[in-house]
T-cell receptor, first 114, second 113 residues
């Protein structure tokens, strides 16, 4: 069955520490891949996307993600976390040609300690 | 530029009541979506529309109806609300050529007693 998995429900990091959020997908062919962020009480905002080509993609707010076909993964990273990065992060996939019908993972809530 | 606007932002209903959520976007986007967000379940697609006058079912369409009479508006209706429909509802829109780059509203929190 097609699925998107975010194995970490909740992660806590110290401000200034590095961050990696995991995302795995299970689809017949490599879909389009996305990371979205949701601040409390807000809608989701696109951080970055991967369609093809360079497997390391840069996004807004200093985030990057690496696509690894062999592991069916698209992990989100940030070298140095800021307190304002505390939010919920969603990995999403779009099977190619499906009118932007995204399937979202269950999310990872990031807490940043000072 | 308001982006995607949802009304109302909060609503409490009794079981069996009906209501309509309105989503309006001012970006001339072709595609629009309604998602629901529940704790531990991420966002699940209810219905979507690829253009004015067209709608289609998503992952969890039961108990909901939608209409898109104008390109900028996408309405989500609950004909007979049930407690299982207590959720936060998000509308999103995207430009046809910018696949996957959804713009979201701020959400509508619905409680069904």
């Amino acid at each position: 069955a097609q699925s998107v998995t975010q194995p970490d429900i909740h992660i806590t990091v110290s401000e200034g520490a590095s961050l990696e959020l995991r995302c795995n997908y299970s689809y017949g062919a490599t879909p389009y891949l996305f990371w979205y962020v949701q601040s409390p009480g807000q809608g989701l905002q696109l951080l970055l996307k991967y369609f093809s080509g360079d497997t390391l993609v840069q996004g807004i707010k200093g985030f990057e993600a690496e696509f690894k076909r062999s592991q069916s993964s698209f992990n989100l990273r940030k070298p140095s976390v800021h307190w304002s990065d505390a939010a919920e992060y969603f990995c999403a996939v779009e099977p190619i040609g499906t009118a932007s019908k995204l399937t979202f993972g269950t999310g990872t809530r990031l807490q940043v300690t000072l | 530029n308001a982006g995607v606007t949802q009304t109302p932002k909060f609503r409490v209903l009794k079981t069996g009541q009906s209501m309509t959520l309105l989503c309006a976007q001012d970006m001339n986007h072709e595609y629009m979506y309604w998602y629901r967000q529940d704790p531990g379940m991420g966002l699940r697609l209810i219905h979507y529309s690829v253009g004015e006058g067209t709608t289609a079912k998503g992952e969890v369409p039961d108990g909901y109806n939608v209409s898109r009479l104008k390109k900028q508006n996408f309405l989500l209706g609950l004909e007979s609300a049930a407690p299982s429909q207590t959720s936060v509802y998000f509308c999103a829109s995207v430009r046809l050529k910018n696949t996957g780059e959804l713009f979201f509203g701020e959400g509508s929190r619905l409680t069904v007693l």
